[in-house]
């Protein structure tokens, strides 16, 4: 198995079963419609490419594997190795994890705006995020709302991070005593390789406490 791995990542890499070195097989295959391996194996080589090209890229795959990629495996070290693991496991997941925040805070602004077009989602100052648990803001007249973005990888884990997020609920109470604001949790996830709001009910909520700090300021002025 872990042969015919090194074959096949050497033959992508090097695009030798690409249409332009053994033709368009999967086009080929279907006008030949055979009813054997032996009488495809025949039409392939009268009419796509001859058996001595195919040897060809067989030899080219040999030199490909035993000289170019046998040099750049021995020019790996250790410490390569390791510092290419720390890269996935830290600083690859931790860009990702931002692109993930940042894409859904967007569509949070954009499905707010369509109601209140002067509203802003910025992102929380450092303080905040430690001792509130809060990623983003929204400020109504000088009181503010919450929101903290969590990635899910599936929206049946959603029940879950609810019934975990306890340990939470004291420091967004925090919040809300200081800012007069709620905070709301707004879950992310990939819908077709896409980031997407996956509690989109989460919208609705965040336009009551909107408007319901707009009422309470308006109450305030006038009193």
């Not at 969590?150 to 959603?158: D, F, L, R």
């Not at 965040?206 to 006038?222: A, N, V």
Request: aromatic share 12%; net charge positive; proline share 3%.
């Amino acid at each position: 198995m872990s042969k015919e791995w090194i074959l096949n990542s050497a033959m992508n890499r090097f695009q030798l079963n690409y249409k332009r070195n053994v033709g368009a097989v999967s086009e080929a295959i279907r006008q030949c419609a055979p009813k054997s391996k032996a009488e495809w194996e025949q039409y392939y080589f009268s009419n796509i490419r001859p058996k001595e090209h195919i040897i060809e890229l067989g030899k080219k795959l040999y030199v490909k594997i035993t000289e170019v990629i046998r040099a750049e495996v021995d020019a790996v070290t250790e410490e390569d190795c390791i510092d290419y693991l720390l890269k996935m496991v830290i600083d690859r997941t931790y860009e990702g994890y931002l692109t993930e925040i940042q894409t859904v805070y967007g569509q949070v602004q954009n499905f707010l705006r369509k109601k209140f077009p002067e509203i802003e989602v910025k992102p929380a100052p450092d303080e905040w995020d430690r001792r509130y648990n809060v990623d983003f803001f929204i400020e109504i007249n000088g009181k503010y709302i919450g929101l903290q973005i969590k990635p899910v990888s599936n929206t049946a884990q959603i029940p879950t991070i609810y019934s975990q997020r306890a340990y939470q609920e004291k420091s967004h109470k925090e919040f809300t005593k200081e800012f007069c604001g709620k905070v709301f949790y707004v879950f992310s996830t990939k819908v077709n390789g896409k980031k997407r709001i996956a509690n989109m009910e989460v919208i609705d909520e965040i336009i009551r406490e909107i408007e319901r700090l707009k009422k309470d300021s308006q109450k305030s002025s006038k009193d």
